[in-house]
Structure formats: structure tokens, C-alpha cells
């Protein structure tokens, strides 16, 4: 079976031998409304539809949708293959195949019995005329009179003859000949049975084609069908000197004018035959290269058809192909009696190549109803300025007319805008090319243009600078500035989408407060971003002032300051006497500086916020430090190193009494673990509780005070138990008090296994990297447990390695021993309840080198010089031998809770709460500061805007991208609820609005899918009653380039929505007419300049502007750009 509709009525013909099934099966497949060769059979109870889908098919991209009397098959290139059957069917039983390129669709019949003649249910015969004729030869020929015509009928071949009217025509005037010549495009003609036939004034043509598509518009018809078109001309014709000549894709036909003037069109209409559609409205008017017909020579639009409440039949219609808007169920009379191709306001823009936003943007500014009164009324004609060196001349503003005409004509199905294309790419060479753009940098650049081409202010006055409007009463200085924009700017543009925005700075130094009103006509508005909750736990500067764990709900990219902003809102401190850094386990992990964000902050984390003292209410400079905690002996292992087994109940594991770090429940255990542990066996201090930030006044910088308030902020994070001192002198040994290093970053000596009685140690080193920046300790410790040997020999030095020059492992221990370390010089503790020493260490935690790293210590009333100090450790004391020493517990923070953690994610948001963010006061930090006319210098300040002058269609822009880097932006797909009708802005106006209430109703949206460079744009539209806006004199179309349907309203509100379009209601707009020019005097006073102005324009004769034809044009674009290319020659 060929796949071709052509292939198939070529067999057809051949096989006269064929049974009478085959036959009428033939022709039921060239009579299914289908874009995919089929073929169908019956055996018993099933029905068997093979379909061709072509190779690489399968479920995945095959939609098949079977009821009990319809059967379609469709792919997601839009192509599909539907009928209606014979009989029902059961749709559960629907089984479905692939062989090769073909899809088998097994239906089962609800009645086996019954037989299928055809697929489809069988049509009723149509009573035709029947017609036969023959074109002699391909060369031009004489016409024939309708006297021969009676002649040729009744004996030739019996065929259907179907009436036609949505056939492609153009025609151009040969002045210098007195001729017409019409082309009447179809493709594969058969010149067998085509002619054309001539009256004074009209002409009509029969043909019949083999063309699939086009035959496809005609329920029934096949090659042989005959189709007649019929066109009642201007003016009489000379019928001796008509001719036509038939070509494989068109006819061309050429009709010699009786008298010698032009017609400018090829038909006559008049009001009546337009309002009832009398004649065929699909010709394309191409404008003559010698003469150009003018603008006004276009009739209006015909009348919209009333709306009805509860039928909508126009709703009823389906998406289909370009050119196939008629569909085969369009019966032929109608259209013949119509000569409508689609339903009102809905022919689609073509993509001419990532063209999607272009088109889009059009569809919506097309059914703006006031833009369309202007513009097919040819209103625009006076207003177009050709001398203004801001615009194309004119050209964009034609360009713009003809396509709203084309638009709103019911003759084609899409258009491709070329020529405006073309145009935009001149005024803004970034839209040049096919790559894909912004559709709101687009629509803000064509209605730019588009204000310039009908600029009415012929003679722009000339500004040096604006005046200034500062202390003005803010009604005064807003008439004037709005004064000032129409002096230079009036347009039917700048009447409807212009507004005035009110923009108040606030100085932070002086508190000067500078008002400014400028014109917008777009408002942008942000989209509030997905906030995260962020767990917070305030401190006091008073260290005894239980803390404060908030949930704060920030955006998830938001700065520090909107933290601290929130903070102080909650605590009442200042936010600039505020520190945070964010804890990881029990280190500084990031301290936030001026400018840091927060979007590597997950709400599982926890920051930690500090108040700070304030210079100029102490009076002095305030020191501020960053605090750690550190367990100097680590806590007792609970798991052997090696085999990883648990310490038996009521025991400990022996401990390394180099490290301290590592556990084992046998000396063997600590012998084979020994090759491995050697590498990295060094007594560091285990970090312990939270690390915090502390502030005191220089002056009160002591070592008692600054050790109180550490001790106070610690107590907060861990707990810590001071067994009672006990005296025995069994703890004695040589000393009778605890003595440290007067160096405390000496080395220590370590007990090398030898009885008590020997003195031999050898060294080894605390925590430290020695030259790299880790200082050693050192802390008395008694001797340890076990003299077995095994320990390093006195002279096997040690280093930091803690193993490198020794090859048998240390002795091991239940617990750190006094005797253990020994110092080399010794000095009484400063205080014998102190729990802890008091250390400078790195922004790691990790100790210091000397000189730099040695311990504070305590001068008594004198402060401490931490000038050069950012980062302290707070050692506890807790070896078990020593007399004075603490036990610490590490624990969750002790504070009160304020507030939960819950929140909702990817929570709608409104399109109110994005302008009231909008109108929010903006903090201008240092990169984007504000020069103060008072302070004479770039300062920090508050900016808010808000709305003063509403304009009567708002342009709302949903700012959905964000760009970090060129070419790669961020998406917002959060979904913005918006109002249909009844959005006030009266809540975001600085003013009472004096004409009339500020309530919009919303008729068009555009919407955005996919990336900024790679994403897709649509529209949805309405077009407005003209009395109410609430009122749809069209309803809501879905435009996809050049697919078109009606949809429901609950469809228009959604989540792709990029920029809205809203009419103001019980507004009733005027057109603005520019005022009179101002003296000089006047000019002089308000800042204006006489020289820089620019030459009146001479009026334009509405005659050579531009020109249309009076009927309605084509889709056909290489047409429609002969058209374009007349109307912009006249303006060049």
C-alpha cells in the first residue's frame, strides 16, 4: 500500500479488475480527514487500521485515543490520522502494534456480526451540477463567452462540482497595456479539465487538482472533482481579448480593461457586500510598482459578531495546520456564501526563526482595542512624523498598520511578519539575526518606535539639562515634570502605556530627602524568591543574659544585613552592632562580613549572633574577639583503636600517653596498631562546646574580667564539674603544688617506662606543626601505669610526628599521669580556682608559634594588649591527676526558643505581594550609593518607589531572570497569582488617582517556558468591550505562533505567565493633542534651548504614504512582501 493519497487514486484508475469491496475501500481512504496514509481490514470481530507513523515510532510518541465511534492517532509533530466507525466498537479491547514504519490499531467490534462496507460511517450523496470542459493546450487562450459554455455540458464526463472561495490569488495593473493579470495559485492542476470562462464583469474558473492538502478541505472530493470559483470584477473587461493559460501550479489570467484607468482594486465592495460577505475575501491585492494605491482605499473591518452567553461556536473550533483553518468538515456552500477561512481574530504568526517572542508580543498589542481602532481606522496617517530622527520615518508605524489589518482579516490563517521583522532590526540591530530575545526588551523597543514614527510634536524644543523641581510641593512638581515629557513626547503610544512613577531617596547621613518623578512604561516588578528559615541563636553583650534562638524566614540568596535587619527588628539591637559567623560542630566555620549572603546557608545549619558594644557610647575603642573551647587532655576513648571492640562494663580502655587520642582494650592491640598510629600520634587539644564572640571596652580589656565573661558565655554550651582537691601525699611526688612551663610552648618529656625511681623522659610534642604555626604544651602529669618497657629510649628524640624515632610504641594508661610531664621551668598558677589557660590561636583553632602563641597573662588591673589578637582558645584544664581540674560535657546550646522552624516551600506568592515589594524601601549600599546634593559626595541611602500617574493600558513584567554572567541567567518559576478583573493599585499610589478609579482588568498575558535562550513563548488574549472592560467583545485565544484556539478563562491564569497586560476600567481615553509651542520667553524659563530644534515636518498627504487594496489579501508571505515593500518605497 503506497502511503501517498496521489499513488493511491493512480492505482485506483489501473486496477479495473478490482472486486467492488477494494474499490469502495479506496475510496474511503481518500475520503477520512487524515495527515497519515492508512489502511484498514476486517476479519470476524476485529478491525485491523494500519496507519503510517513512519520508522523510530513507538508508545512513547504515539498518542492513540480510541472511543466507541472514533478512532485518532496522532504524533508530536502535530500530524494525525482521525475518522469516525462504521459501527461501535469496544475501546477496553483497543490493542496496538508496530511493524516497520506502520502502527496497527486492532479494534474489536461491539457486534461481531454486523459487516463494515467502509471505516467510516457512510455519507449522504450531495446533489451536484454536473460540468465537464478541457483546456485545448498550455498556451494562453481565447476566453469563452457563457453563451458556448451550455454548449459543453451535458455530454461529458459526469463529476462533483464543488464551489470554492479560499483560493490564493494575486493580481497586478499593467497601466501601459490596459491589463489586469490575476494568478490563481493551485497546485497540480489537471489542464485537462481547467478553464476559465469571461463576462463583462466577472470571470470564473473550473479546475480540478490532484493536490492532497488542498483536496482534503473537501469532504468527498477526489481528482476528478470539479471546482468552480467565481469573482465579479471592478470594471468591464474587452471579452475578445481576455485570455488565460494553465500552468502546473497556478492560472493565470489576463483581463484587457475597457477603459483605460486604474482600478486600484480587482473587485468592487461596497459596505453592504462586505457586512454580508457577498464576495470572496481571500484575494491578495499586490500594489503596483507604478502607481501605489493608498490606505485609504481599505475598508474597515468587518463588524464583530455579537458575543452570546451560552453559545460560543466559534470555541468549538480545533487546532489545525497552517492553511487548513477551512477543515474537511466545512461544507461547500458555506463557503461559498461566506468566504471566511477562519473565525475572527484568530490568524496565527508564523516562526520565521525563534521569532516566538516577536510573535507573541504582536498577538497582544494587535487586540489592545484602542491601538486597533487607530490603526485600521487610519487614524495614524496624520500622525505620522517623517522628519524625526528618532524614528524609521514613518516605516514601522505602516509596517505595523498593515499587519493589524492582516491580522484582523478573516481570509488567511497566518502571516509571517517579515517585513516587521525586518524594520525592528533596523531601529535595534540586537533583534537582527534568528536568535532568541526577551519578548519585554522587544515590546519596549516596538512601541518605542512606534511613539517616534507618530510622534505628533513635529518640533521638539531642545533641554540642556531638567530643571530642578526639588522642595516643590509634590502635586506641582509632578504636573511640571509630566508638563515637560509631553512638550517632547506625544503619541497615541505615550497616551495609553505611559505613566509617572514618584521616587523618594533618603539621605543616611544628612536625612536630605530628594523627591523625583519620572515617566515609565513598564512596570517590572521583583517576584519574591523561595525563603528559607534559618536558625539563629542571639547573644547578649551581657554574657549573663540567657541567649535567644530565633527562626528567622529570609530569601534564599538575601545579604547579611536583611539577617541583622530582622534581628534587630526582634531584639531591639542596632544591626550594626551585630556579629555572626555560622558554627560548624564546635569551630568558627565563616564569619559574615558587610555584603556576605546567605545562600550557602541551609536551614539545617545554625549561626550564631553576637551584640557588640558600641565606640561612641563607651567612648573608646571596643576589642572584639572571636573565642574557641579546648579540652587540653581529649576525652577518654570509648572503642579500641584497633580491633574496635567496646571497654568491658565497669572498665576503661588504656589509653596512648602520647596522644591520649587513642584507646585499646591489650597491649597487643596497641603493638600492631602502633606501624599506623606513629604517623600521626601528637597530643592536640580536642576542640569542645560552642565558639562565640566577645566585645569589652579596651580600657576593661583585664585578664580577670576577660576571662569571667568567658567563662559565663561558655557555661552556655558546655557542662563542666570540679571534683573536689584532694591532698594526698601519694600526689605529692617532688613538687607539693602544679607547676607550668614559664614557656608554655616547651617541649614535654614523656616518661619512657622506666621505674619511678629513674628520671629518664624523653620529649614529645602537644598540638602544634612547630615552625608552621603550632606552638607545643606542656602540663605536669604524674607517672603513668605500667613498667614493662616498650617506651622510647631517653635518647630517642621525638618530634612532632610523635613516633618517627621510635619504634616501639609508648606505654599505656587508664588515665594522663602527673609525672607523666615535667617541666623544664616552672611558675605558680595565677589563680588556683581557674578551670582554664587563656591562649592566642589561628582562625583554625590551631595553636600559634612562639612568640606570638605564648599564653596570656593575668597583670592584674592593667588591660591586655589585643590589638593584634582576633582569635582565642579557652583550654580547660582536664587531666584527671592534676589537683585543680575540671570535667567538660559538651551539650546543646542552653537558651530560650522564639518562633518554629516550620515553613512552606515553593509557596505561591501574588502579584500584589510583588508591587508591594516593588514599593518597598531599598537600601542603596556602596555599589549602587546616591550622589547627596547636600553632602556633595556618593552616600548610602533609602530609595522607594511608588506609583503617582496611572497610564491607561499597564504593562506589568514579572521579573522571572536573573543574570550572573553574560548569556546565562536564572529562572524564577515561581507561580504569581494574578487578578483577571479588578486589580487595585490604589494601595501602591502616593496620591488619590484624579481620573478616575485605579482598577485594571486584564486582556492579554505572555507567557515564557523553558530558559531565557532556549525556552518558547505564547499568549493569551481577549479583545475588550470598548464601554467595559470587563466584557469581551472576543474571548480568551491561546496564540502559538500560528496555531490559534479559543480556551477557557480558568487557562489564561499560570504559572509560565511573564508579562501582563491591563486596561484601565471606567477610564474613558482621548487621544491627546499636542499643545501649543511655548513662547521663547516661557522656553527660556524652563531650561529650553532654541537652538538643537528640529525642522517641521511638511504634512503628509495621506495619498503617498502608503496604499492597500480595498479587498482582503493572502496568506501568501512572498505576496505579502510586495505588498510591504510598496508601502515603505513611498516612505523612502
Known sequence: MEPS??????????????????????????????????????????????????QGHDNRTVNINTDETELTVSLPDGRKFSTQLFETVLPEATSMSYKGARCIVKLLKSDPNIHWPHLEPAKKPTPEKIISTKAKSSSLSPGKTPEKKPAEVDNKVDNNTVCVSNVKIDYMERDAESLIVVFLYIKNINKETSFVTFTEDSISASFSTSDGRFLQQYSGST???????????????????????????????????????KWGALTAVTPDSAASNKVAKNMWMAASKTETPTLSNIPPAPPIPPSMENKKPMCLVSPVSKGMRGGPSSSSSSMCDGGSVVPRGTTGLDNIGNTCFMNSVLQCLVNTQELREYFLDFNFQQDINKDNPLGMGGKLAVSFAILMKLLWSVTISSHAPTKLKSMMSMKANQFSGFAQHDAQEFMVELLDGLHEDLNRIKRKPYMAEPPDLDGWPDKKAADESWKLHKMRNDSIIDDLFKGQFKST?????????????????????????????????????????????????????????????????????QASLIQVFEKYKTKIHKIFTKGSTLSSVVPSDTLMAFEVYNPQQVGESVVEVAVVQRMMIPSPPTRCAYCSRNAASGTKLRRCTKCFRAGYCHRACQKNHWPSHKVHCKLVPEPVGS?????????????????????????????IFQPPVFHNSSHRGSTSSVE????????MEVEDGEPEGKGDTSNILMAGESSQGEAQSNWAEEGAVGSDGGGCDSGGGSDGGGGSGCDEPPQLSTSPSIRAVQPRGSMQLPSATQLFVIRPVNNRAQNLSAPAGETLEDKGDEPLDLSDKYYLAMDWRTNERLPVHCLVQDKEVDCETEGSYSVQRNQPTSLEA??????????????????????????????????????????????????????????IDKFVQYPIRGLNLRPYMSAEPEDGPAIYDLYGVINHMGRLLGGHYTSYARLVSKHDSRQSEIDWRLFDDSRVNFCPESRVVNEQAYLLLYRRRDTPFSMHRPLPPPAPAALEENGFEQGAEIEEATPMSISSTSQLSSSQPSSSSLEGEEQLSTAQEELD
Not at 552 to 568: G, S, W
Open 5 to 54: 493519497n496521489k499513488k493511491q487514486q493512480h492505482q485506483h484508475k489501473q486496477d479495473l479488475g478490482t472486486s467492488t469491496k477494494k474499490k469502495k475501500d479506496r475510496e474511503n481512504r481518500n475520503s477520512v480527514s487524515n495527515d497519515l496514509a492508512h489502511d484498514w481490514m476486517q476479519k470476524n470481530e476485529f478491525v485491523i487500521v494500519s496507519v503510517w507513523v513512519g
Open 914 to 971: 510583588c508591587i508591594d515589594l516593588f514599593t518597598q524601601p531599598e537600601n542603596l549600599s556602596e555599589g549602587d550609593s546616591w550622589r547627596c546634593p547636600r553632602c556633595k559626595k556618593p552616600v548610602e541611602a533609602t530609595k522607594q518607589m511608588s506609583v503617582w500617574r496611572l497610564p491607561h493600558i499597564l504593562i506589568i513584567q514579572l521579573k522571572r531572570f536573573s543574570f550572573k554572567y553574560s548569556l546565562c541567567s536564572d529562572k
Open 223 to 261: 481528482e476528478d472533482t470539479v471546482f468552480e470559483w467565481d469573482l465579479t470584477l471592478k470594471d468591464k473587461v474587452v471579452l475578445e481579448d481576455c485570455k488565460f493559460k494553465v500552468n502546473p501550479n497556478n492560472i493565470e489570467i489576463k483581463l484587457k480593461k475597457q477603459n483605460n484607468k
Open 691 to 719: 565558639p562565640f564572640i566577645l566585645s569589652l571596652p579596651r580600657s576593661h580589656a583585664t585578664y580577670s574580667r576577660l576571662a569571667r565573661i568567658m567563662e559565663a558565655y561558655a557555661r552556655y554550651s558546655v557542662d
Open 740 to 747: 607550668l612551663s614559664s614557656e608554655e610552648n616547651d617541649d
Open 505 to 573: 531617596l533618603t539621605c543616611h547621613e544628612c536625612n536630605k530627602v530628594s523627591v523625583k518623578f519620572d515617566e515609565f512604561c513598564c512596570l517590572s516588578v521583583p517576584i519574591p524568591k523561595d525563603q528559607k528559615v534559618i536558625q539563629v541563636i542571639f547573644f547578649w553583650k551581657d554574657p549573663y543574659q540567657k541567649p535567644k534562638k530565633f527562626f528567622i524566614r529570609v530569601p534564599a540568596n538575601a545579604a547579611i544585613e536583611e539577617l541583622k535587619q530582622e534581628l534587630y527588628e526582634r531584639t531591639g539591637v
